[in-house]
């Protein structure tokens, strides 16, 4: 096991930026939003485009021309926690001092008739069956509900918990669309058994940021910096190609099925934190659908399996509770920006609650918060643990 | 309730590569097949160059009896194009050889679907391009 020093000691998140995130983003495509985030979580870590000397995302050609800041450490990685990990090591393994991860999705889907593009699977197994994310999911929702009798109303319960932070949210793209019960998300029109509209995520436009240094740069930075304290992925293969069934299991480790996704990355987290799931003061889980979020406690030892929608039911979720979930309104009210934006945002939100800088659902004296990526039906979870004392 | 049925509109269709060509070679001849490992005997799908479980080469084909029961389901009112005719029923089947397929479930009212349900393969000719024809499943009696 690991007798060094901790392998992110050397790093610290210094920026964050949303821009604008809306139904529809006039005047923009994904490019200049992106550029927009990116300026946003520079200016954020108080530092200079000229500082910047690594990049990672979507972004990173385009504004390592524009801002001639080349050449420049530069990461293939797009998504998420994933691109995350990777800009930190890249610091962490001297190649880099200061990395921007950036990434904006706008335009590329304005046309409803058909689910968007990022939803739809192309695979000759899949595709001719009608099959989409909300689909995939529901196929390891279902079987969850056979094999311990989850019920709707527990999934309708995350899903209200969350909207609601997205309804007192000024940032959500669905700020004041609320409040909702768990009898609204029930009564909303199903869209694939058993998840209902108001269990599903929506689609948005937007931009996201993230700068990181080196740790003992912080006192050039504007903000308090936050740390990895742990993180890890956990993959089983390709999205929406291949059936996504609960029990699909790994030839290492037989208990570490497909339904139970994230589990190795958490043990992985909290291992190196040396944390575990009661030190978790907020849960910046991903909420692609509201069975996910019942799936993860389990997955990630918060409760054992199958338990996962009596806890949700027992007023740990909501704000004020002992592990709040989505406190922005995640995907379903502060935004799905596309294929990746969404991705990163769980990050950001968990720095801004360590900050102590969200203007509603703050989460009082938070020293720990957990951020996800993924999920079941995509066939993959990434865990990033993140916290207020250098490790 | 409705009666489901195979779809019938333009519906994006497989495209048949080399390593999955058998398969949808036994689709137009009327038989579900899937890979058997030669030396461990573990079934693989989908289509695969290598064992699963023992990473052995020796794949061979062979043919499914067919059967099996569903798994898991969901059921689509929110079509993923407007070709998809609502509501159709995503199935997983864990078929009696112990491999796991996804299809649609056609042939019985929408609110029959349950899971452990015994169900069938049974084929329709969807045309195109590769003279497609997909596999969908229907309960025994
Ligand atoms: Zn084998």
Known sequence: ?391 | MSLLLPQSGDIPLPQPGPISEPYWQGCREGVLRFQRCLDCSAPTHTPALMCAVCASRSLVWVDSSGKGEIYSWTRVWRPVTPDFVTPYVPVIVAMEEGWFILSNLVGCEDDAVAIGLGVEVVFHSSGGADDIVLPYFQLVS
């Open chain 1, 1 to 391: 096991m690991r007798t060094l020093g901790h392998p992110f000691r050397d790093v610290a998140i210094v920026g964050v930026y949303n821009t604008k995130q809306a139904r529809v983003l006039e005047g923009h495509d994904s490019q200049s939003i992106a550029l927009e985030a990116a300026l946003g979580a520079i200016a954020d870590a108080g530092l200079e485009p000229r500082d910047i000397d690594g990049v990672v995302g979507g972004i990173a050609s385009n504004f390592l021309y524009q801002s001639r800041i080349g050449p420049a450490w530069r990461s293939m990685s797009p998504l998420g926690i994933p691109a995350v990990i990777e800009g930190a090591m890249a610091i962490a393994c001297g190649l880099a001092n200061n990395v921007l991860i950036a990434t904006g999705e706008a335009g590329s889907y304005r046309q409803h008739a058909s689910t968007a593009p990022w939803t739809r699977p192309t695979n000759e197994f899949v595709a001719a069956y009608g099959m989409f994310t909300a689909a995939e999911f529901a196929l390891m929702a279902r079987r969850h509900m056979h094999m311990y009798g989850t019920t709707p109303e527990s999934m309708a319960h995350v899903a209200a918990t969350i909207r609601n932070n997205g309804h007192v949210n000024p940032d959500a793209v669905y700020f004041g669309r609320g409040p909702f019960t768990a009898a609204d998300v029930l009564e909303s029109r199903m869209v694939a058994d058993p998840f209902h509209l108001l269990d599903c995520a929506m689609t948005s436009e937007g931009g996201t940021a993230l700068v990181l240094t080196r740790a003992d740069r912080t006192e050039d930075t504007a903000k308090t910096p936050v740390y990895l304290l742990g993180g890890g992925t956990d993959h089983y293969g390709p999205s929406y190609q291949h059936p996504p069934v609960w029990d699909l299991g790994g030839v290492r480790r037989p208990d570490l099925i497909a339904g139970h996704v994230g589990r190795r990355a958490a043990e992985e987290a909290f291992a190196v934190a040396g944390l575990g799931p009661s030190d978790v003061d907020v849960c910046e889980f991903y909420d692609p659908f509201s069975f996910e979020l019942i799936r993860q406690f389990e997955a990630f030892g918060f409760c054992a399996e199958g338990e996962g929608g009596d806890y949700v039911m027992s007023g740990v979720i909501e704000p004020g509770g002992r592990h709040p979930i989505t406190t922005d309104g995640g995907t379903m009210s502060f935004s799905h920006g596309g294929a990746s934006v969404q991705l990163f945002q769980r990050v950001i939100r968990g720095v801004q609650q360590l900050r102590g800088e969200c203007s509603s659902a703050q989460v009082l004296t938070a020293e720990v918060a957990m951020c996800t990526g993924g999920g079941s039906g995509a066939l993959f979870t990434d865990v990033l643990l993140l916290g207020k004392e250098r490790p």
